[in-house]
């Protein structure tokens, strides 16, 4: 691990003990009954809080499901299933497993719902940002020109009945924008068949909530401030059996010749987006489409994206703009609170 990426590291840890400690003002009894413990996967710190339990195997076996994930649908794992997918292109139909079908299927219906602004095949043009490596610079024009060609997730080919994809040659699959929300999802259906009733799950700021705090109490999620450092929060969310999930320009960037590039791409033109939004959180009942819908919504902008927002159930969402203002959905407006006076509600 090189210097940058310990540092990266520790932040990560920090981040995630400060965001329990945020969440966590609990009731002794419950403190005394929880355990907890962080892992390095999905290139982020994942942490993980269950209450009322002293189980240490629930734990083990949760980021078990994550560790075999990570595996199967990294571009890291040079043989996780995802990377021999993507060997496959221009050589027919690869077949998949239930798991990564499922996802691959999901992540096509978002590029539909986002008639390609969410675009699963962008791994060319992702590759050569580098963004979030010590390789991460701003490509040539031509080399952005020739990856954006094979850019097009309408090509990808995929058979139901065989659980089948078939790639065009020179095309790749990143599952980033949704691999995340889609581990949040799994752990949790693990852990309530397993009968925990309350817990905290934080996949690198993909925040995905189990039960409430009290009786009729929810738990406030810290809203990420995007001109701060990660550990600041300009509001807070309550929220209870929910997942909340914010994509930003302060994630993954690097800055050259004075100018800051950010890791949420433009399937246009592949350059990243420049529409004024610094971030967007989704509010939702699953993490997998909190996850793709947080990329969705920040691509769109603010007006296309709560217009397509308050068309979908059970998803809302807070947009921040670059001037500090803070739109919200009509649901998002009940259980947003404002605690930084910077920020000021725009509609």
């Excluded at 920090?14 to 290139?43: E, P, V």
């Excluded at 209450?51 to 990294?74: A, R, V, W």
């Excluded at 189990?210 to 406030?220: H, L, M, Y």
């Excluded at 203002?325 to 009940?334: H, T």
């Amino acid at each position: 691990m090189n210097g940058k990426s310990l540092k990266l590291l520790i932040v990560s840890l920090l981040i995630s003990l400060m965001i329990i400690a945020l969440l966590t003002s609990c009731k002794k009894n419950d403190l005394n009954t929880s355990i907890s413990d962080s892992k390095f996967l999905l290139g982020t710190i994942i942490t993980m809080q269950l209450f009322g339990t002293e189980d240490e195997k629930l734990l083990e076996e949760s980021f078990k499901i994550i560790e075999s994930i990570d595996n199967q649908m990294s571009l890291n794992v040079v043989d996780s299933e995802l990377s021999k997918l993507n060997e496959s292109a221009g050589k027919g139909p690869y077949p998949l497993s239930d798991e990564m079908f499922y996802v691959l299927k999901k992540s096509i219906e978002y590029g539909e719902l986002s008639a390609g602004r969410l675009d699963v095949t962008l791994e060319p043009v992702i590759r050569l940002w580098g963004i979030g490596t010590e390789e991460a610079a701003v490509p040539e024009d031509n080399e952005l020109e020739k990856a954006l060609e094979n850019v097009d997730y309408t090509k990808v080919v995929l058979n139901s009945e065989d659980k089948t994809a078939e790639l065009p040659s020179g095309m790749s699959v990143d599952l980033g924008s949704i691999g995340k929300g889609y581990a949040a999802d799994q752990v949790a259906d693990y852990l309530k068949e397993q009968g925990v009733q309350k817990a905290i799950l934080n996949l690198g700021g993909n925040i995905l909530i189990i039960g409430e705090k009290d009786a009729g109490t929810p738990f406030r999620v810290g809203l990420q401030n995007p001109f701060d450092s990660r550990n600041e929060y300009f509001g807070v969310v309550e929220v209870m059996d929910k997942t909340v999930v914010t994509s930003g320009i302060y994630e993954r960037n690097f800055e050259q010749d004075g100018i800051l590039y950010h890791h949420i791409l433009d399937t246009e033109t592949g350059y990243p987006v420049n529409n004024s939004v610094t971030s967007v959180s989704i509010i939702a009942d699953s993490s997998i489409d909190a996850d793709a819908m947080s990329t969705v919504l920040f691509v769109l902008g603010v007006e296309e994206g709560l217009e397509l927002c308050e068309s979908i159930a059970n998803i809302e969402c807070v947009y921040v703009t670059n001037d500090y203002q803070v739109y919200m959905s009509s649901g998002a407006k009940n259980a947003v609170t404002i605690t930084n006076d910077k920020f000021k509600v725009a509609n």
